[in-house]
Nanobody, 121 residues
Framework: QLQASGGGLVQAGGSLRLSCAAS????????MGWFRRAPGKEREFVAA????????FYADSVKGRFAVSRDNAKNTVDLQMNSLKPEDTAVYYC????????????????WGQGTLVTVSS
């Protein structure tokens, strides 16, 4: 089970840190991904991190602004979001799995409930 938290309302240019806590799964065995769904849009890949934490992946739209990290000892994965833009407004989800392609949401086995991020202009 995954629990995402840290969402909220922030002005453009501001920062938020999302956190995803895992329980009931052997968290360290799984790659972790962050996805988001904006109103009226499809779910899209945001960032992902392999089990070791050594390999990081980002969507072009967030590269240089977002940073994903994980702490296997604490069973958590974080998404630091800086220089937020109104177009970052979405419900953000964390996911766990062993997908061949980290960008494909259907390849993840476990999902959190989502946390809402709203960026005002």
């Amino acid at each position: 089970q995954l629990q995402a938290s840290g969402g909220g309302l922030v002005q453009a240019g501001g920062s938020l840190r999302l956190s995803c806590a895992a329980s009931g799964v052997t968290y360290s065995r799984y790659d972790m991904g962050w996805f988001r769904r904006a109103p009226g849009k499809e779910r899209e890949f945001v960032a992902a991190i392999r089990t070791s934490g050594a390999s990081l992946f980002y969507a072009d739209s967030v590269k240089g602004r977002f940073a994903v990290s994980r702490d296997n000892a604490k069973n958590t994965v974080d998404l630091q979001m800086n220089s937020l833009k109104p177009e970052d407004t979405a419900v953000y989800y964390c996911a766990a799995g062993r997908p061949l392609d980290l960008r494909v949401p259907n390849l993840y086995a476990y999902w959190g409930q989502g946390t809402l991020v709203t960026v005002s202009s």
